[in-house]
């Protein structure tokens, strides 16, 4: 089946395993089957919606670039580009935030998250951040959208408000309504510091995640030092109830290595932490070593990351901007 696949990455620097397993790994898979049509993006306007750096922001977009082609994905088969270059974009999220009701948003866990105790501070932005995500999904016609499981709450946002515009404005499937991509297993990897908290860029400790640019060296002090618990590993699912940590790394080791969680429990039931530590470390390393040496290579080609956002932009904006035109004839402007 044909599928169109629009997927983001914020460049907020420190790129971390969650992101790579539970997005930009899938990202990559899609990118190899010639039936699909991916668009895949950097999304620099969702970044600011919390302070950036002027600098480390211009090169922060490369690095995420990097890291898609590091990863594996093609440019000549998919669209890399960066959103603040697509102007539909923000005009779609304009568009459907005169749409979407407040109660809607005012569901949003991860803009409670986010923002915190403080929300008088948060920006607008952050708290209107699911619609920008809502216009660059819908303005390709996307049909499927490959995200952590962190991501399933906003896009079902996504579809309430394609099904609204359609009936508000009695175009029946103008907006195309999008299919979520989740990984089944393991869709939210979380920190090696707290088994409850998800891995994330913004965590204080650099110890809490694996960066996609660790050396060897770093992933196996950051391994050494993951949070476990005092038992044995056991050899079934229904045990690691309320083990947080231990999930999480069993979890990380069936991710990477691409099997069941029923067989990497057999392989380390009865065993201790030290066995899966040291094995985890030697698989992560052996997998993560070559996106990161990639990254660092592509990182000193400005000129060739430059030129694929350049071409993506207008290829997006060819498709983005004719969306948009139609969606402005509908609403009668
Ligand atoms: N821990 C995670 N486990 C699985 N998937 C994850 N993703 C992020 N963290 C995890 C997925 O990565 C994609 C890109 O995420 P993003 O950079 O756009 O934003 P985010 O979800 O806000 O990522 P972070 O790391 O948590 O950033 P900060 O700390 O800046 O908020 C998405 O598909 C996401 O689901």
Known sequence: MFKKIFSGVQPTGNLHLGNYLGAIKNFV?????????????????????VKQDKDQLTNNIRETAAT??????????????????????AEGSWILSCMAPMGWLNRMTQFKE?????????????????ILMASDILLYDTTHVPVGEDQKQHLELTRDIAQKFNKDFDCEDFLRVPEPLIKKDF??????????KKMSKSDPSDLSRINLTDTKDEIINKIKKAKTDSLPIPNEYQKLKDRSEAKNLLGIYS?????TLDKTLEEFGGKNFSDLKSQLAEVL????????????????????????LAE??????????????????????
């Open 29 to 49: 898979d899609l990118n190899n089957d010639s039936k699909n049509d991916c668009i895949f993006c950097v999304v620099d306007l969702h970044a600011i919606t």
């Open 187 to 196: 869709s939210r990897i979380m920190s090696l510091k707290d088994g409850l």
């Open 285 to 308: 390393s052996s997998k993560i070593f070559p996106i990161s040496d990639e990254i660092k290579k592509l990182i000193k080609d400005q000129n060739y990351l430059d030129k694929v």
């Open 255 to 259: 991710s990477i290595s691409d099997q």
């Open 68 to 89: 898609f082609i590091a990863s594996g994905i093609d440019p000549s088969k998919s669209i890399i580009f960066s959103q603040s270059k697509v102007h539909a974009h």
């Open 114 to 130: 986010k923002a915190g105790k403080d929300k008088e501070r948060a920006s607008v932005g952050l708290y209107i951040y699911p």
């Open 312 to 333: 993506g932009a207008n290829k997006a904006e060819e498709m983005a901007g004719k969306k948009i035109k139609e969606m402005k004839k509908i609403i009668g402007f």
